[in-house]
């Protein structure tokens, strides 16, 4: 189930981007990056999903395909 992250933001390519690991009693915790946040257009994107989160969304683990 493992996928590569992203080194970049899907929606405008930059580089910086912070890379988001949900703690342990959060239910979508996962041993690793779940989140990917962009610094330069403030969106956030799942890490197995790929897709822009909404405000308060969280990524699922394994984007809810497990
Ligand atoms: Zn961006």
């Not at 890490?47 to 395909?65: C, D, F, M, Q, V």
Request: a positive charge.
């Amino acid at each position: 189930m493992l996928t590569p992250i992203p080194d970049r933001c899907p929606h405008c390519q930059s580089k910086r981007i912070t890379l988001v690991e949900y703690s342990y009693d959060d239910p979508n915790h996962y041993d690793g990056v779940s989140e990917i946040q962009c610094k330069r257009c403030k969106k956030r994107f799942g890490r197995w999903s790929k897709k822009e989160l909404a405000p308060g969304e969280a990524e699922k683990i394994y984007g809810g395909n497990t």
